[in-house]
């Protein structure tokens, strides 16, 4: 018994000694058996990353035969984009396709305080409505588009579009866009597409008027070019460069429409009607845009759309203007008691400051009464607790 534990004692010291006696190396010994040893990290805070600054590239589609006619191409925009008020971080000169073009390195945003580029927004107005003449079409824009400049609101294009047979007609504009406060805005390269020209040529022409009118409203435009439109004309591209945020577009203005209670036997009073009330918008401080005569039963009345300005505050947005009703107490036998009651009333509301746009005489013989429309600013107070 004791000769068998002394044997198998003997067995394993020779096993052991086999397995010490093969050679060792770094070569041959595997990743897990090399237990690896992390000193332990100094007291302190946890390591962050420097926020740094984004840099980004700006590319364009224009290509130059001749990598010598690139260079100069780039810098030119390089000051453009400087002009623009973009900090620029050089740039370079790279293929594209057969040809050549170019990158800059650019910083996407500005701090706050900075003049250039300007917050804007391009907004486009449409009445909605129809009109059987083209003339009466474009008379109608081009007036549209005056008031848009009365109201000191820069066009930058105007144009006819097809309703079925007839021709309707939209006018764009440029817009503040009042940002909320942030310590940094981003940068943002828009286009604007805009005009119909039947020839390429034609579009050509038109690129620098389109960028002077950018440029007079203090967008910085930083090229144009004609591009061709879906329908088979062409139209005219204006690259230009604005400044926003996270916090989404907030015009300063925004169209409202009033609708009129006067109606008329034929739509030509109609029309004559509202023509003649555009001045009492402008005088209330709402600048009118256009009108539109609607059928009114068998009869018809007619439409203002005006210009109102918007107020932002921590709860949303209100209008600082709107058109209130005052609705009269009293009633009359006739209609011309009404009505003479309604001109006193109307008067009265005009030299307190609540400007006048519409009135009408309502009820039948014996009870006759009236409504008068009018505009009322915001904290501004009404005529008492008849209105509504």
């Keep these: 018994m004791l000769n068998k534990i002394i044997l198998a004692g003997f067995s394993v010291i020779i096993l052991n000694v086999q397995s010490f006696s093969q050679s060792f190396s770094l070569n041959s010994a595997a990743l897990p058996d090399i237990t690896v040893s992390k000193p332990p990290l100094p007291y302190g805070p946890t390591p962050v990353t420097p926020p740094g600054v984004t840099i980004a590239a700006y590319t364009t589609d224009e290509t130059v035969t001749f990598e010598s ?15 623009a008020g973009i900090t620029t971080l050089g740039g370079r000169v790279v293929p594209l396709g057969n040809d050549y073009s170019y990158v800059i390195d ?3 945003t500005v701090k706050n305080g900075a003049v250039l580029p300007p917050a804007v927004l391009v907004e486009t107005y449409k009445n909605g409505a129809a009109y059987w003449l083209d003339s009466d079409a474009t008379a109608t824009m081009n007036a549209c588009s005056a008031n848009f400049r009365a109201a000191r609101l820069a066009v930058v294009g105007s144009y006819l579009y097809d309703v079925g047979n007839d021709s309707a007609f939209a006018v764009d504009y440029l817009v503040k866009n009042v940002l909320r406060p942030t310590q940094e805005y981003d940068v943002k390269f828009m286009n604007y597409t805009g005009g119909k020209f039947t020839f390429e040529s034609e579009a050509l022409k038109a690129v620098p008027s389109y960028l002077a009118l950018f440029k007079q409203a203090g967008v910085p435009a930083i090229r144009g070019k004609a591009v061709a439109r879906q329908d088979g004309d062409y139209a005219v591209l204006v690259e230009y460069v604005v400044k926003t945020n996270r916090f989404g577009a907030r015009p300063q203005y925004s169209v409202s429409r009033y609708e009129a209670r006067e109606v008329f036997p034929f739509d030509k009073d109609a029309l004559k009607a509202s023509k003649a009330r555009l001045p009492d918008f ?7 845009l256009s009108s539109v005569v609607r059928p009114e039963g068998n009869d018809y009345s007619y439409s203002v759309d005006f210009l109102v300005e918007n107020i932002y505050q921590q709860g949303g947005v209100i209008p600082s203007a709107a058109i209130e009703t005052y609705q009269a107490a009293e009633t009359f036998t006739f209609d011309t008691e009404a009505k003479k009651a309604m001109a006193e009333k109307a008067a009265a509301f005009n030299a307190a400051g609540l400007r006048v746009v519409g ?29 509504r």
């Design 359 to 387: 009135s009408a005489v309502t009820g039948s013989l014996g009870s006759f009464t009236y409504v008068i429309d009018y505009v009322a600013k915001a904290g501004q107070p009404g005529p008492g607790p008849q209105y």
């Design 106 to 108: 650019y910083i996407p």
């Design 69 to 83: 006619q690139a260079k100069p191409a780039m810098d030119a925009r390089i000051n453009a984009l400087k002009a």
């Design 282 to 288: 402008t005088a209330a401080g709402v600048p009118p």
